[in-house]
Nanobody, 111 residues
Framework: QVQLEESGGGSVQPGGSLNLSCAAS????????WSWYRQVPGKEREFVIS???????NYGDSVEGRFTISQDIAKKTASLRMNSLKPEDTAIYYC?????WGQGTQVTVSS
């Protein structure tokens, strides 16, 4: 079992940046199993980004070049750095380790 706790959501103006964090507790090793998803009410949850075993990243639609995923293996955490945010990035963001989900954190991009 893994418990995931997210932090760092909030409100930001278009063009701004936010950094989300996700901390894992439990004995499961989340290394290279991290990903982030987002969901807008009334729509399906969509893939945002994941980290690959070669250290690279897989990107969902429209975030490449703006979003970066990283991990700290020793601390069992993952981060999502979001730059050049747009209003359409507004959503609840969820971290995922393997099959385990965080509770979600709201990101609002608005002027």
């Amino acid at each position: 079992q893994v418990q995931l706790e997210e932090s760092g959501g909030g409100s930001v103006q278009p063009g701004g940046s936010l950094n989300l964090s996700c901390a894992a507790s439990g004995y499961f090793d989340c290394s290279y199993r991290w990903s982030w998803y987002r969901q807008v009410p009334g729509k399906e949850r969509e893939f945002v980004i994941s980290i690959r075993t070669d250290g690279g990243s897989n990107y969902g639609d429209s975030v490449e070049g703006r979003f970066t995923i990283s991990q700290d293996i020793a601390k069992k955490t993952a981060s999502l750095r979001m730059n050049s945010l747009k209003p359409e990035d507004t959503a609840i963001y969820y971290c995922k380790c393997y099959v385990y989900w965080g509770q979600g954190t709201q990101v609002t991009v608005s002027s």
